[in-house]
């Protein structure tokens, strides 16, 4: 098997266009980093952007396509566009890869942005410890080994075929999360509507809100310590496990950070993270793009709250949309109400929702099990 660099096999490799994102129909779609979401991009959600025709012929996005985000949390991550119902473009802080299709296949080479070997020569010259740089210069210098045209097609069913594994089994997991909500809404109804006629309360009645803080970062000892620190990117699972970052008493007492206690609640307030949740497990920290919440005793049971804020978290977005507005603060947080059925309702609610987290648990292996098949596959072919 051949080995060539990505500019060998290549037929445009690009940065995107410099434009505002409207939610109006102005002109074509303006597909950003922040629009790609686990390896899915919802097309109906996406922006649009003003463009002239020159513009949209040099930057328009075809099936095919692979676009790689150059900046960002998510650098070096990329994205295949295997459909397209709409016109367009892509936002200057991807990159586009457009290859020669009659020497490679666009699914083969996207498998390969997958593999461990892509990941070890991004990283190089990183420390490990910050992002890695990543610029259209690096991307066309990358070595891939290409086999041929055949034998591409045989190794895309194969992963194709371990990917539906994983699918299937992220379906079911979804699956768990409309059960869960669906007996929430049988037990509560609408939180929004409140159809039930629930009392509402403003969430500063029902618990201590504060903001998180991030240590200044020139004193690199403050990121030493034991105590987990949240950024709002980690706000993907109910219950939150070990931080990726660390700080120390110290800069807790020498900066806006603060200690959390185990089973509040942390909720994100800026942009894309507005409303994530997550409980923390253990004492912990975040930086200023979370709020924490604290609930009293016998007012407000936490998973009860995670799901009714999980709930509202699309009618809370809409709103701030409406009043162009992105992120949320402390002092909305403390106005917000929420219905407030009685503690002993509440409670009833978290014994069903345990039973079927146990039993989502176990699907859970199944799905880490796919993904490990899917892993060592993408390992054989790429070494």
Request: net charge positive.
């Amino acid at each position: 098997m051949r080995i060539v660099s990505i500019e060998d096999i290549s037929e445009k490799v690009d940065y995107g266009l410099t434009e505002k994102a409207r939610d109006e129909k102005i002109g074509p779609k303006f597909l950003r980093i922040t629009d790609i979401q686990n390896d899915k991009v919802n097309w109906d959600s996406v922006p649009y952007c003003k463009c002239n025709d020159k513009d949209f012929e040099k930057n328009k996005l075809e099936v095919g396509d692979i676009v790689f985000a150059r900046t960002g949390a998510t650098t070096g991550k990329s994205f295949l566009v295997k459909s397209l119902d709409y016109k367009a473009v892509y936002a200057s802080y991807l990159i586009r890869l457009r290859l020669i299709t009659d020497q490679v296949l666009p699914e083969f080479v996207s498998y390969f942005f997958k593999s461990v070997k892509y990941w070890n020569q991004i990283y190089t010259d990183s420390d490990g410890a910050t992002l890695p740089s990543f610029n259209a210069t690096k991307l066309k210098a990358l070595k891939i080994p290409l086999p041929t045209l055949s034998e591409q097609k045989a190794i895309v069913a194969k992963l194709d075929r371990a990917q539906r594994l994983i699918d299937i089994d992220k379906a079911m997991l979804a699956k768990y999360d409309q059960l869960i909500q669906s007996v929430f809404l049988e037990m509560f109804g609408d939180p929004v509507t409140n159809e039930k006629r629930w009392d509402r309360k403003p969430m500063k009645e029902i618990g201590e809100l504060k903001s998180g803080g991030t240590p200044s970062r020139t004193n690199k000892e403050f990121f030493t310590g034991d105590i987990d620190w949240y950024t709002t990117g980690e706000l993907e699972s109910m219950y939150l496990g070990e931080a990726e970052e660390k700080i120390t008493e110290s800069a807790i007492e020498k900066s806006s950070a603060k200690i959390f206690e185990k089973d509040s609640l942390l909720i994100g307030m800026y942009d894309t993270s507005a409303f994530k949740l997550g409980i923390l497990t253990g004492p912990g920290s975040s930086n200023q793009a979370s709020a924490n919440i604290k609930l009293d005793d016998g007012i407000c049971n936490v998973e009860w709250l995670y799901y009714c804020l999980k709930i509202i978290r699309p009618s809370i977005l809409h709103e701030r949309r409406g009043i162009r507005q992105k992120n949320l603060n402390l002092g909305f947080l403390k106005k917000l109400k929420i219905i407030m059925p009685p503690l002993e309702k509440q409670l009833q609610f978290t014994e069903s929702l345990n039973r079927i987290l146990t039993e989502k648990k176990i699907m859970e292996l199944s799905s880490k099990k796919s993904q490990e098949l899917f892993s060592s596959l993408v390992q054989e072919v790429f070494g």
